[in-house]
């Protein structure tokens, strides 16, 4: 259980496209889903948090015109990289929760290689 | 304010041998303390949590963590390492919940022949 599917797992544009990733939480309500970038060899570092319905809470130095989050419903939220330059060229990470018991745990996907030229 | 330190950037253990990964975190509450394993070009995959209680956690793929309030610290072990569990471990708490998590760097395992 507990199974949580981004796509694309990989994608390649020219600089100036925009570009959505779609993580979907197959098995739960995600009550709650995380959008992490990670530069190689490096940690996770949370870029925003949604809630289903409402709008998203981007952290410090996010630009939130720049990645558009939707969390549209309970099994789905999608990221959109707007008009993409290379410096956005990076892995992403989804994540979703629960929140219908405390103890719940973020839950990953298999994240999505973006790759701009 | 929280944080996560894995002081470990990579470790090579032989296969067979026994592991530990080591974990210090800095919370002013009572944490909540993951353990994430990462394959190459994967997302994170849940090995274990505490949240609460017995301060011994068995997770899955036979790894185990203890939380030590005194030292905070909360550090990974497996009695025998396997050829498929390299990959990159990350250790996290939780603010206020599993909502807010703090990652550590990541401690890289190589499992030598």
């Known amino acids: 259980g507990a199974v949580v599917s981004q796509h694309p797992s990989w994608v390649i544009c020219k600089s100036g496209t925009s570009v959505k990733i779609e993580c979907r939480s197959l098995d739960f309500q995600a009550t709650t889903m995380f959008w992490y970038r990670q530069f190689p060899k490096q940690s996770l570092m949370l870029m925003a948090t949604?809630?289903?319905?409402?709008?998203?809470?981007?952290e410090q130095g996010v630009e939130k015109d720049k990645f558009l989050i939707n969390h549209a419903s309970l099994t789905l939220s999608t990221l959109t990289v707007t008009s993409a330059h290379p410096e956005d060229s990076s892995f992403y990470i989804c994540?979703?929760?629960?929140?219908?018991?405390?103890?719940?745990?973020?839950?990953f996907g298999d994240g999505t290689r973006l790759s701009i030229l | 304010a929280q944080s996560v330190t894995q002081p470990d950037i990579h470790i090579t253990v032989s296969e067979g041998a026994s592991l530990e990964l080591r974990c210090n975190y800095s919370?002013?509450?009572?944490?909540?303390l993951f353990w994430y394993v990462q394959s190459p070009g994967q997302g994170l995959q849940l090995l274990l949590k505490?949240?609460?209680?017995?301060?011994l956690v068995q997770g899955i793929k036979g790894f185990e963590a203890e939380f030590k309030r005194s030292q905070s610290s909360f550090n990974l072990r497996k009695p025998s390492v396997h050829w498929s569990d390299a990959a990159e471990y990350f250790c996290?708490?939780?603010?206020?919940?599993?909502?807010?998590?703090?990652f550590g760097t990541g401690t890289r395992l190589t499992v030598i022949p």
């Open positions: 505490y949240f609460s209680g017995d301060t």
């Open positions: 919370y002013g509450a009572t944490p909540y």
């Open positions: 994540s979703a929760r629960s929140q219908v018991y405390s103890n719940q745990p973020q839950h």
């Open positions: 949604s809630n289903e319905g409402s709008k998203a809470t981007y």
């Open positions: 996290a708490v939780g603010a206020g919940g599993a909502n807010n998590l703090f």
